[in-house]
Each structure stands twice: as structure tokens, then as C-alpha cells.
């Protein structure tokens, strides 16, 4: 008895294992839908990142087609720094879900129910852009604060495709050179 069950048991692992373990190439998407192409000029958050530029600041992105780069301009509107299309590596957005500043206040009032109001939460949407500064040898990442979902999509389209980074899912990359071959 104790035989046949282990045999049965067996062949059950012998004939699930195969159909379990087949791995499947990723879905790839070629261009995203409903998407526009973003206005020349974006409202956005500088959040840090980039190189010598520590304080966040409320300003505006805009895509320098002449030049070839995305610039921002802080709130006096005098252009803070540029990063050319080239340097781009990676742009992905992140979205982050906080407890806004009411939320936070009212929570803590000691009134019955108060507490409630702490799970009012709100999203913030980031454009993350890693970048390989071109001025010294170094990598970094940065990141802009927008306001809405589609606005961060169109900006990660319009600098995508204007970068000519390829598409990985949500995210734009630049893919590695092929290797060449050297005798």
C-alpha cells in the first residue's frame, strides 16, 4: 500500500514538473495606447539627483529639440541644467502612495472617527531618469515630481521616443552595444 502511493505520488511530480517550470519570454508591448506626445513645456518638481543640484525646486521641463536635451527651468524661469537626449539610459515612472498633510492632522484630533481620515491617502507620480553624465565619468538618477498619471505617461513617451530608447514594458531603456569581436 505504502508502495503505491509513493508510485502514484511519483508520477504525479513526474508528469506536473515539466508543465510547472516552462518559462515564457516576456510579453512586449510595441507602443503604449491612448499615450499623446507631451506639450513642449511640462510643470514639474525637481526632486534631486542630478550632480552639484541638491535643493528641490518647482519649475518647468522642456523638451529642447534643437539642442537635443531636456532642460529645466526653475521658478524664476532661468534654466537650471540640461541633460542631452543621448545621456538618457533609463526613464520609468514611480508612483508613490502617501497619507496627505490634512490626513495626517486631522487623524491625530481626539474625536471619534478622527482616525479614519489617516487613510486618506494621495499619489505622487515620478519620472525617474538615469542618465550618464557627460561632462564627468559618473551614472546618476534623477527625479521630477508631476502632477497627473497621463501627463507622466506622455512625458516618458515624448522623451522615449525622442531619446530613441526602446520600450520595456513602462519603462524606456538604452540597450547595451553588442559586443564586437576583436582577434
Same mark, same amino acid.
Given at each position: 500500500?505504502? =508502495? $503505491?502511493?509513493?508510485?502514484?505520488?511519483?508520477?504525479?511530480?513526474?508528469?506536473?514538473?515539466?508543465?510547472?517550470?516552462? *518559462? =515564457?519570454?516576456?510579453?512586449?508591448?510595441?507602443? *503604449?495606447?491612448?499615450?499623446?506626445?507631451?506639450?513642449?513645456?511640462?510643470?514639474?518638481?525637481?526632486?534631486?539627483?542630478?550632480?552639484?543640484?541638491?535643493?528641490?525646486?518647482?519649475?518647468? $521641463?522642456?523638451?529642447?529639440?534643437?539642442?537635443?536635451?531636456?532642460?529645466?527651468?526653475?521658478?524664476?524661469?532661468?534654466?537650471?541644467?540640461?541633460?542631452?537626449?543621448?545621456?538618457?539610459?533609463?526613464?520609468?515612472?514611480?508612483?508613490?502612495?502617501?497619507?496627505?498633510?490634512?490626513?495626517?492632522?486631522?487623524?491625530?484630533?481626539?474625536?471619534?472617527?478622527?482616525?479614519?481620515?489617516?487613510?486618506?491617502?494621495?499619489?505622487?507620480?515620478?519620472?525617474?531618469?538615469?542618465?550618464?553624465?557627460?561632462?564627468?565619468?559618473?551614472?546618476?538618477?534623477?527625479?521630477?515630481?508631476?502632477?497627473?498619471?497621463?501627463?507622466?505617461?506622455?512625458?516618458?513617451?515624448?522623451?522615449?521616443?525622442?531619446?530613441?530608447?526602446?520600450?520595456?514594458?513602462?519603462?524606456?531603456? =538604452? *540597450?547595451?552595444?553588442?559586443?564586437?569581436?576583436?582577434?
Amino acid at each position: 500500500m505504502k =508502495r $503505491l502511493f509513493l508510485l502514484s505520488l511519483f508520477s504525479l511530480f513526474a508528469i506536473a514538473a515539466p508543465a510547472i517550470a516552462q *518559462p =515564457r519570454p516576456p510579453e512586449r508591448s510595441t507602443t *503604449p495606447k491612448d499615450v499623446k506626445p507631451a506639450p513642449e513645456i511640462v510643470s514639474a518638481k525637481y526632486e534631486g539627483g542630478l550632480f552639484g543640484y541638491s535643493d528641490k525646486e518647482e519649475g518647468k $521641463l522642456k523638451f529642447d529639440d534643437a539642442n537635443q536635451r531636456l532642460v529645466f527651468y526653475g521658478e524664476d524661469q532661468k534654466e537650471r541644467f540640461g541633460i542631452p537626449y543621448g545621456s538618457v539610459l533609463m526613464i520609468y515612472p514611480d508612483e508613490k502612495s502617501v497619507t496627505s498633510t490634512a490626513g495626517n492632522v486631522v487623524k491625530y484630533i481626539p474625536l471619534p472617527g478622527a482616525g479614519l481620515a489617516g487613510l486618506i491617502k494621495e499619489k505622487r507620480r515620478y519620472l525617474i531618469l538615469q542618465y550618464d553624465d557627460p561632462d564627468v565619468d559618473a551614472k546618476g538618477t534623477t527625479s521630477f515630481k508631476l502632477e497627473s498619471k497621463e501627463m507622466l505617461d506622455s512625458v516618458i513617451f515624448s522623451l522615449g521616443t525622442k531619446a530613441k530608447l526602446k520600450q520595456r514594458g513602462d519603462a524606456y531603456v =538604452r *540597450p547595451r552595444p553588442a559586443p564586437t569581436e576583436s582577434n
